[in-house]
């Protein structure tokens, strides 16, 4: 903007209107027409401020009129159209946009040099430090765990921690900044705080030292009570209701209200924390906790639920907080569950009881761990079976918030893939191998501190054998998608072909991100060379999402040969007819006992609590008309129609390989 002196005719009337300055010729205007908005204002230090045009509707439809009223300003600058009204002690070095609503706050201050949370070391899974990341604007779950869970890769990790680093001191200012379209009403205290374009913030108590980076696209909204210092909110997220944050990032469309409160923890995409407490968490995407007596401490997690009660300690009781546990994507609690770090859950699996001894079952996916008389019951495989496993990961894609297409994580959302997959071929030989080492007869195997009934571990061994056959058939359809009717068996094969050759080898699950551990270690180790930015890590990441599907087919390629004993390189059109049959055998029995698990919920036992007052028909009647009839379920019509359309698939490919 172009702005001028005051003249001295223009000075008389600020006066004139309750108006002081220490110095008059530090105030700037663009036009003498805004000066009619401006009302018992105390300027000091530079001072500038544009044209007041614009009214706002309040709800209710009060108007107030842009401009400044009751304030004292120091070393401020206000856009257009802008409203700063009732500051009860006042704003000093700050950069106001334009549009904005700033009404009935006590401090707004930015005081000395500040990097608006960028670089504040969160001490997160070891309290007691050892595995800090330093959080700043643009941290994805993919960098943090890297900064995290790589510290046998110091190179790496000091390179990209001192990019970060460097980062942070190219934010820090000695001036503070409100974006366009930004609300602030209500609020108590603004210390040190950078806040973007449409926020929304209302009642809040105190914010200190961190950056809210709201767009117009995907604003955020802090509400009454919050009290937030050395934090980074990322777009699109919420957080109300005297919610407490100290050393914390939020990440994109995270939700965070009902007196939750955090302390040096990392909340990633549409994490949601209500009511409870976390301290030095990794919430990987989708980090699910909604009660009250629910604790999360010092653990990774991502896609997990916490059950109410829901509790971990990480001290034992001798050298203090220095231990950590993991929970895999996609694992859950149970109500009162308890688990003694260090511990490690397997993808998938549900914990429920209370668990005292160091179990690690993360090479046994999709189980339950069931507590009786203080030991630990292991279930292997069994939740492929469950409807609520089926129903989370189609819930998880339609509950993702984020509207910023400036997306921060990489999110995988597939239930079977070569993460999981291959830790079920772990799992095949571990089962086999206590098996044979302790007898098939044996009626309690004994696992990393765990029992496996004879009866589970069977069970184990079908479940994981079935999803195997499910995913490679999966794998082997989609790539014959194209294949022409009466092709040859050369031409099966060229379009089995890989088209990388990377994607082979083990694959890992960096909070969201499923990927080859090669390009995961290719990254680590132009980081440890100097070769690449904090934008180039970015890219590989984004580069390794979008490739997934040419690196899953990769790994998928070797394991035909082990799995079915059918190497295609050497493939035949009647060997992929039989691999087909099998994989609707597969598909279609798992889709049936989901069907079973589902009818579970429309029994008798299901409806004690309905029909108040009635008979059993009344029972079913009051039932029927609250949840609806089985058959008419949209979960359980889905599966019949995908038994229907899975048999269809299969057979249709068939018939283009026999003609």
Not at 76 to 91: K, R, S
Not at 138 to 161: K, N
Not at 410 to 425: D, E, G, H, R
């Amino acid at each position: 903007m172009d702005y001028r002196h005051l003249t001295a005719e223009e000075v008389d009337l600020l006066v004139s209107r309750g108006c002081k300055a220490e110095d008059w010729s530090t105030v700037e205007i663009t036009s003498s027409d805004a000066l009619k908005y401006v009302r018992n204002v105390r300027f000091s230090g530079t001072v500038r401020f544009g044209r007041f045009d614009a009214a706002f509707t309040l709800p209710g439809g009060l108007r107030k009129h842009s401009g400044l009223r009751n304030a004292t300003l120091h070393n401020v600058t206000v856009g257009d159209n802008t409203l700063v009204e009732n500051i009860t002690d006042y704003i000093a070095n700050y950069v106001i946009g334009s549009d904005s609503y700033i009404e009935n706050v006590s401090l707004l201050l930015n005081d000395g040099p500040c990097s608006f949370g960028n670089g504040v070391l969160v001490s997160v899974l070891n309290e007691t430090g050892g595995r800090e990341v330093r959080i700043y604007d643009r941290l994805s779950a993919q960098e943090a765990y890297v900064l995290a869970m790589y510290r046998h890769y110091p190179e790496s990790v000091a390179r990209l921690d001192s990019m970060v680093e460097a980062y942070a001191k190219s934010q820090t200012s000695e001036m503070g900044y409100i974006g366009n379209h930004v609300s602030i009403r209500n609020t108590r205290h603004i210390r040190g705080v950078r806040i973007g374009d449409g926020a929304l913030i209302s009642g809040v108590s105190r914010l200190k030292n961190g950056s809210v980076n709201s767009n117009m696209t995907a604003p955020v909204t802090i509400g009454h009570g919050v009290i937030a210092d050395d934090f980074i909110i990322c777009s699109g997220s919420w957080l109300s209701d005297n919610t407490t944050i100290e050393r914390c990032f939020v990440g994109q469309s995270c939700h965070l209200g009902h007196g939750y409160s955090a302390s040096d923890s990392l909340f990633f995409s549409n994490c949601q924390g209500e009511n409870g407490e976390a301290c030095a968490i990794f919430a990987g995407p989708f980090t699910v906790t909604h009660h009250k007596s629910s604790l999360l401490i010092a653990g990774m997690f991502s896609f997990m639920n916490a059950g109410s009660g829901s509790n971990q300690s990480n001290h034992m009781y001798k050298l203090g907080p220095i231990h950590q546990g993991v929970m895999e994507r996609g694992s859950k609690t149970s109500s009162d569950s308890y688990i003694l770090w260090p511990s490690r859950v397997g993808a998938f699996s549900l914990v429920m009881g209370r668990h005292v001894t160091h179990s690690d079952t993360s090479n046994l996916p999709f189980s339950y761990l069931i507590e009786k008389q203080d030991t630990t019951y292991l279930v292997p495989g069994v939740n492929l079976r469950s409807v609520g496993t089926i129903r989370d990961a189609q819930k998880w894609p339609k509950r993702d918030g984020r509207v910023d297409p400036d997306r921060l994580d990489c999110i995988n959302y597939n239930l079977l893939s070569p993460y999981t997959i291959q830790k079920m071929f772990k799992g095949i030989k571990l089962l086999q191998n206590l098996q044979y080492s302790s007898g098939e007869l044996s009626d309690i195997y004994s696992y990393h501190s765990t029992k496996i009934r004879n009866s589970s571990l069977n069970n184990g061994l079908r479940y994981y054998r079935t999803a195997i056959t499910k995913f490679l058939g999966n794998s082997i359809i989609h790539r014959l998608k194209d294949l022409p009717a009466g092709a040859d068996d050369d031409q099966i094969r060229a379009l089995l072909r890989p088209s990388t050759p990377v994607g082979t080898g083990l694959w890992v699950d960096l909070s969201g991100l499923i990927a080859p551990k090669s390009e995961v270690d290719s990254l680590l180790e132009a980081l440890a060379g100097g070769e690449i930015d904090l934008k180039g890590v970015a890219a590989a990441f984004a580069k390794m999402h979008a490739n997934y599907y040419e690196y899953e087919w990769t790994w998928a390629y070797d394991k035909f040969g082990d799995f079915f004993g059918y190497p295609l390189e050497s493939i035949t059109s009647a060997q992929v007819a039989d691999i087909v049959e099998r994989w609707k055998t597969a598909v279609i029995g798992l889709d049936q006992e989901l069907y079973e698990d589902a009818k579970k919920e429309f029994n008798l036992a299901s409806m004690t609590g309905f029909g108040a007052d009635g008979t059993k028909e009344d029972k079913e009647h009051d039932f029927s008309e609250v949840r609806g009839d089985f058959e008419s379920n949209s979960f359980v019509t889905a599966v019949l129609d995908h038994i229907k359309k899975k048999e269809a698939l299969g057979n249709e490919l068939i018939s283009r390989l026999a003609r």
